[in-house]
């Protein structure tokens, strides 16, 4: 079978109510392209019958290669699945839930032909979404442009087109812990944006509440940032240099009979306070250390029940 000139990557998470009319869109985008295709649907453990729409799907349209996860595994790990089983010479990374629009692929592809190797979309504005997550999400990408060893462009996610060399670079880079925005910006070549609004969702419920969002912005921070550990030494020496400037003021104090640093009260507030200092740095410390522990373990990213056949590349 011959290979597709563009993979799209979307993975799903209980996204039943949306997958319908996402793979509507994306055919109907598709097929004005004049392009070859196909679509892998990632289904990262969903519960709500995705998977077997999914499958469906790929029983009706040869273009559907569906990819069914034993259990769930995470949106990072779903997209790596997606990249490692694509085929075409260009793979475009976007959300089942249609905040990324599928009319969009084409500027994407525009840019690709004229060069470009990796073309991400940033976000002119963002529709249907909280004063809040709007707030968090300019933090977050702001905060990540300043901190991280990489030049990640601000207001961009996962939606953009990878150049074929790109993705075997990616494919063999196989850390855990995956902030693909940010690794896909590290590998270098010829980048690009195009501009687009996000849309809303289609339909349901986000898939990524506060919770996941701060573990998605500590990965992002961890994978390309030591400040982190860098904080932890700036309390070590702020700690330190405050008791120094202390010992002789409490010194002179005592000399001049003044009754300000007498009982325990000083005493507990500064062990409390070099207490808090240390178990932070240690926090912080296991974090890392946690990580290596991951990574030596060598287990795989992710485990597949279902997946397209070696004979159909």
Same mark, same amino acid.
């Given at each position: 079978?011959?290979k597709?000139s ?5 993975p799903?998470?209980?996204e039943v109510e949306t ?5 509507? #869109?994306v !055919? &109907? *985008?598709?097929? *004005?392209?004049g392009?070859s ?6 289904d990262?453990?969903s519960t709500?019958?995705?998977?077997d729409?999914i499958?469906?799907l790929?029983e009706k349209d040869?273009h559907v290669n =569906?990819?069914?996860?034993a259990r769930?595994?995470?949106h990072?790990?779903?997209?790596t699945?997606?990249l490692?089983?694509a085929?075409?010479?260009a793979v475009?990374i976007?959300?089942a839930?249609l905040?990324?629009p599928p009319e969009?692929? =084409?500027d994407?592809v525009?840019?690709?032909k004229?060069?470009y190797?990796?073309v991400f979309a940033?976000r002119?504005?963002r529709?249907?979404?909280s004063?809040? %997550?709007?707030? &968090?999400?300019?933090l977050f990408?702001r ?5 991280t060893?990489?030049?990640? @462009?601000m207001? &961009?996610g996962?939606f953009?087109?990878?150049d074929?060399k790109v993705v075997?670079?990616?494919?063999k ?5 995956r902030f693909?925005r940010?690794?896909s910006?590290?590998?270098g070549?010829?980048? *690009?944006g195009v %501009?687009?609004r #996000? ?7 986000t898939?990524?509440?506060f919770?996941k ?10 994978s390309f !940032? ?5 904080i932890?030494?700036y ?5 330190a240099?405050?008791?120094?400037l202390?010992? =002789?003021v409490?010194?002179?104090? #005592?000399?001049?009979?003044?009754q ?5 009260a000083? *005493?507990?507030?500064a062990v409390?306070?070099l207490?808090?200092?240390?178990l932070?740095s240690?926090g912080?410390?296991g974090?890392?250390?946690g #990580?290596?522990?991951d990574?030596?373990k060598?287990? =795989?990213l992710?485990?597949?029940?279902e997946a @397209?056949?070696e004979?159909?590349?």
């Amino acid at each position: 079978m011959p290979k597709p000139s563009i993979s799209i990557v979307a993975p799903v998470f209980n996204e039943v109510e949306t997958l319908q009319e996402f793979y509507r #869109r994306v !055919s &109907t *985008t598709m097929e *004005t392209t004049g392009e070859s295709w196909e679509l892998l649907l990632v289904d990262d453990g969903s519960t709500d019958g995705s998977g077997d729409l999914i499958r469906n799907l790929g029983e009706k349209d040869h273009h559907v290669n =569906p990819v069914i996860f034993a259990r769930n595994f995470g949106h990072q790990l779903a997209v790596t699945a997606g990249l490692d089983y694509a085929r075409g010479h260009a793979v475009v990374i976007m959300d089942a839930d249609l905040q990324d629009p599928p009319e969009v692929i =084409p500027d994407l592809v525009a840019k690709w032909k004229e060069g470009y190797e990796v073309v991400f979309a940033i976000r002119e504005g963002r529709e249907g979404e909280s004063w809040f %997550k709007l707030a &968090t999400a300019s933090l977050f990408y702001r905060l990540i442009y300043r901190i991280t060893d990489v030049d990640i @462009p601000m207001d &961009t996610g996962d939606f953009r087109l990878l150049d074929r060399k790109v993705v075997d670079v990616l494919s063999k880079m196989r850390e855990r812990h995956r902030f693909l925005r940010g690794m896909s910006v590290w590998v270098g070549f010829k980048q *690009t944006g195009v %501009k687009y609004r #996000r849309a809303a969702r289609f339909a349901g419920e986000t898939k990524y509440p506060f919770r996941k969002m701060f573990k998605f912005a500590w990965d992002a921070v961890t994978s390309f !940032s030591y400040l982190p550990l860098q904080i932890a030494m700036y309390l070590g020496f702020i700690s330190a240099g405050l008791s120094i400037l202390a010992i =002789p003021v409490v010194a002179i104090m #005592r000399l001049t009979g003044s009754q300000a640093f007498l009982g325990q009260a000083t *005493t507990l507030i500064a062990v409390l306070f070099l207490g808090g200092v240390q178990l932070i740095s240690l926090g912080i410390l296991g974090e890392y250390i946690g #990580r290596l522990y991951d990574e030596a373990k060598g287990r =795989p990213l992710y485990i597949v029940r279902e997946a @397209p056949s070696e004979e159909d590349d």
